[in-house]
């Protein structure tokens, strides 16, 4: 069974920085994928950037240029800064297992930013 763990939100004020942390146990196949999405209240949850197994980050456009994703081990991190207070939502890491036809979610994390 794979578990995913994410941690690192908080309350920062605006223009600063956080680093959210998503750490996952179990097996998981050669190919995969570490997404990080965004659930703002009352809206649907986006998708804002993801690693591929080899380390290759992609940033969609609300975070690109001011967000940094990488792994060490089984933990991705999501660097952000310049925070805005259109960052302000729970933060959920996903794992798409590729090799195993699997995806798995963690709870999220809370990032709020005050103006």
């Known amino acids: 069974q794979v578990q995913l763990v994410e941690s690192g939100g908080g309350l920062v004020q605006h223009g600063g920085s956080l680093r959210l942390s998503c750490t996952f146990s179990g097996r998981i196949g050669s190919t995969f994928f570490v997404r990080w999405w965004r659930q703002a209240p009352g809206e649907q949850r986006y998708l804002i950037a993801w690693i591929s197994e080899s380390g290759e980050g992609t940033y969609m456009s609300a975070v690109e240029g001011r967000s940094t994703i990488s792994r060490e081990g089984n933990t991705i991190f999501l660097q952000m800064n310049s925070l805005k207070s259109e960052d302000t939502a729970v933060y959920y890491c996903?794992?798409?297992?590729?090799?195993?036809?699997?995806?798995?979610w963690g709870r999220g994390t809370t990032v709020a930013v005050s103006p």
């Open positions: 996903n794992v798409d297992d590729r090799g195993y036809g699997l995806e798995y």
